[in-house]
């Protein structure tokens, strides 16, 4: 199996590094280029008309991996994969309509909230279903470090999974706000999952290849994103991620893993609610000097120090590597 999740994500990343020399230049070539918030820093600017829907790079390449070197767990039965990639795929889908609209309207404006929110959920509570009647998922809740199950209401336990799913999928969304920012806050998750798949033996190792294949395909796609980005990954890109990672955790029957497996993606999140928020309450006032938290340290919020985006990359980078770490002890002797 270790061959397979070595070859999954050299496969993968390959996959992307060849088809983003090609596929770059064409989104260049047919103006693909994305608009800027007027309201973030002015340095911003100059990425005006970057092409965005970059995040096609990485979904194909993941999605060759799985039925290439999934495939003999597909046809064996083991559908975990498929599931988290369709999964994926539908968010990604619709991050793609909000990228086309953006594009059609010449505007940072695509679907309104409603209808990303309205089609989200119906995604979620889709995949809970098929997991459900797949055998992959139970209505109860294991506790990472603890090593303990709490039994819930059926009905209870999918209004909450349905919720945490949207949530998660939107807090990679909003992450996705600086160059290679996303994407490399999420290949420690991915590694993580790669991990836990391997050590818990022969019935996750289609998990462990969509995983492994994701991860190759997220540094594939660096080449392009990191700064100074080439392309951007889109909503199209960020929505697919925000599936995959929870997905993932659904398909291991361990939603709570999100907790401190994706601790950076809670923490930009709640820097946007409290900001806006503590904005609505005090008339005005703000926390930061712009959220998400990235954008505050950007514009030297606090101290005073302008941090570049390298660092901002390189600081939270590291911080979802100890939350890996983490996630990853938490958990990986359940099944052991």
């Known amino acids: 199996m270790t061959v397979r999740l070595v070859m999954s994500f050299l496969a993968a990343l390959a996959l992307a590094a060849a088809l983003g020399s090609v596929y770059v230049p064409w989104l260049r070539k047919i103006k693909a280029g994305q608009e800027i918030k007027e309201i973030g820093p002015n340095w911003h600017k100059t990425k005006a008309g970057t092409p965005t829907m970059g995040g096609v790079i990485f979904i194909a390449a993941v999605t060759a991996v799985v039925f290439s070197f999934g495939f003999p767990f597909i046809r064996d039965g083991e559908l ?31 679907l309104t909230a409603r209808a990303k929110f309205i089609l989200q959920l119906a995604v979620a509570v889709a995949l809970l279903y098929l997991l459900r009647l797949e055998g992959y998922l139970t209505p109860s809740l294991y506790v990472p470090f603890w090593q303990v199950t709490f ?5 209870l336990y999918f209004v909450l999974a349905a919720f945490i799913i949207v949530g998660t999928v939107n807090a990679v969304n909003i992450t996705d706000g600086i160059d290679g920012l996303a994407a490399s806050v999420s290949v420690p998750v991915f590694v993580c999952y790669t991990a836990v798949a391997f050590v818990w033996g022969e019935r996750f190792n289609s998990l462990g290849v969509f995983a492994a294949g994701l991860t190759g395909g997220l540094f594939g796609f660096l080449i392009y994103n990191f700064h100074p980005a080439k392309c951007f990954m889109g909503d199209t890109g960020s929505l697919f991620l925000g599936g995959a990672v929870c997905g993932m955790a659904f398909a291991l029957d361990m939603p709570l893993i999100l907790v401190p497996l994706c601790m950076v993606f809670i923490l930009e999140t709640l820097s946007d609610i409290i900001q806006v928020t503590y904005f609505k309450l ?48 938490s958990c990986a002797g359940r099944y052991v």
């Open 151 to 155: 039994d819930l209401p059926e009905w």
């Open 282 to 329: 005090s008339h005005g006032k703000r926390i930061f000097k712009m959220a998400p938290f990235h954008h505050h340290l950007e514009m030297g919020g606090w101290f005073g120090h302008k941090w570049t985006e390298v660092q901002i990359v390189a600081l939270f980078a590291g911080v979802s590597v100890i939350c890996a770490v983490v996630a990853f002890f």
């Open 80 to 110: 975990g994969a498929l599931f988290v990639l369709v999964f994926s795929l539908f968010y990604g889908a619709i991050g793609f309509l909000d990228d086309y609209e953006k594009l059609k309207k010449k505007q940072n404006l695509g």
